[in-house]
């Protein structure tokens, strides 16, 4: 079979309210960015398939004919995952993000094409203005592209972004986050598929109705973390003191409710100065609280008071430990990139998985599509709401 | 009627934790620094009674005769500190330290002698190691001593530190107190009056029993404040925020009662590491709880963090908005007072009220005396417990 082209792209994600609670089966805000990652799938005639992945030097290829035999289980009672590792000659246990990028590449792709004749040629190139390992859904927004335009290129005619097809494109991704993360929450590649604000709270995911745009300087502190053992510790400090971190946990709760609510009444009524305000308090008492749980650093303590004298309020986002800080921004407020320890300025309200129909789009185009579209950092915050 | 000479003194205390959340119920623990104020009484022959207070620069002198009418009311009707206020030339609503002092003594001399025949002349001198207006308890030092000498000197043969005659001294000072503050809280001067360690809780003052010897660094960062604005400014956030602020509060309480039950099993197993660790992690949390309430600030932040670069946990003590740091020493900890902008290195389980024979006392007189001494930085830090 042949495949035509596919160009989609699908966003980051932020942690607002809720890291490390949500363990705890506290209530957690997810905001989509502005800072997207992009794939293009060509269909080729090489008997090749080939992936790119410039951000992290990953470049693979394989003989169609070789991946095949893949497909059905000829070694009785292994998994394709199993099968795909001792293809790919990636160890059991491994984690490089090359590997794993790899891995979850080649399940969806025979998994989609898993009721084909015979498996398409093509080449795969995917790129990211995100960073990996910082905590912003990069590895989601990578499956999530992979899913849609593996599955939109198999059902080429028919695939219109429903939201049926979303959550098969959302289900697919997930299952290429169980193979690079184990056992990843399903937040990422929801927020990467739907965009928007997602409230998750005990397993379950409900994408905000009406959400106001927010926009974000998105600091990484390039400080590295293992999100496994700052979960461990907070654990272990709940364990410890259990009769003042269950409170500080459900101060949590309330923050995450509290600025759920403040957003939904900004974005029915317009935002005022004391829903700023709101929100700005809201990052610091969670600020201050994820200290408590163990999970600051002396990068985002210093990101917390370079920003307050400028007025600005600013919070971890995600794991912490180091990784990202996230500092909100008044309708005011303009950056200086080059002054700060900034790393991009971001909107948190932008939109879901995109197709497009060329590398060639303008602001213009935003509105023919269903789904609305990657921006560039001046478009998204001079159009997007 | 003539008194004869008496010398005491009392200390200062810090808040180790419960500082605004003891507002709304919550347990707070108070400790007594070694730190302390002293007040010696002459009785004389001048006819005149003299408070010099050499700390706030207040020196004044009245004829006893012209203080005799003052002991019942003439004027139908107004109250002793009325007529005091008149008599000294204090406007309602003044705050000046000098001023509020000089009532507070007068009060107590005219309540102390109320049933003598005639008012005894004296020379009181009071002098302090306590700054004012930082939160440590100076005004409850001050009225405490003030109680003391004065009763003593009433009943001077039968006077003997019988915890009877601690409560009615306490009793005494609270009612100085009353005069200085308006509406205390009355920890201030038990703390004075009985040292060690206090627990306060809903209005209920507990000694505890037995306490262990705790090493801190007081800062005061010399940032003037009010106290009552900044305790209204918390009323407001948990009114603004009830969901968020009220386990906050909860968990300030369990900050307390686990600084308690560690401090009394340091009392009775010894101290060990991870007691100390323990210490030290609530003084963070309880830090960032109270940034949390709003009563933070820039410089108790430089605080926290410069004593972190070198190990050491701090944390506000009292009111907040500036005022005094804590800082917990370990053991082993020395102190380089001209490197850190540190005022003093003080015991919090030092004595209350001391009755002193002599200005030359040494260590070896401390098993004398009921009620153990005040003692030098470096005997307390070497021989009490």
Known sequence: MHVGERFVSAPGKAILHGEHAVVHGKVALAVSLNLRTYLRLQGTASGQICIHLPNIDTFRAWDVAAL??????????TSLVERLRAFAGVAEGSTDSGNMAVLAFLYLYL?????????????????????????????????????????SSWHVLCFSWSEEELTLINKWAFQGEKIIHGNPSGVDNAV???GGILRYHAGKITPLSRVPLLRILLTN?????????????VKDKINKFPSIMVPVLESVDAVSRTCELTLREMATAGASAQQYDTLEELMDINQHHLSVMGVGH????TLCRLTLAHGLHSKLTGAGGGGCGITLLRPGNTTHPHHTPVLHTSSVRSAGISEHTSLSLNAALCDDISISLSLSLSLSLSTQC
Chains 1, 2 share one sequence.
């Open 192 to 194: 990467a598929t739907w």
């Open 111 to 151: 998994s989609g094409f898993a009721g084909a004749q015979t498996l398409p040629s093509m080449s795969v190139r995917v790129w990211s203005e995100l960073p990996t390992g910082a905590g912003l859904g990069s590895s989601a927004a990578y499956t999530v592209c992979l899913s849609a335009a593996l599955l």
């Open 298 to 301: 002396p990068a985002l303590d």
């Open 221 to 233: 502190t390039k400080v590295p973390r293992s999100t496994k053992l700052l979960v461990s510790g």
């Open 68 to 77: 095949q035999p893949l497909v059905s289980d000829r070694k009785g009672g």
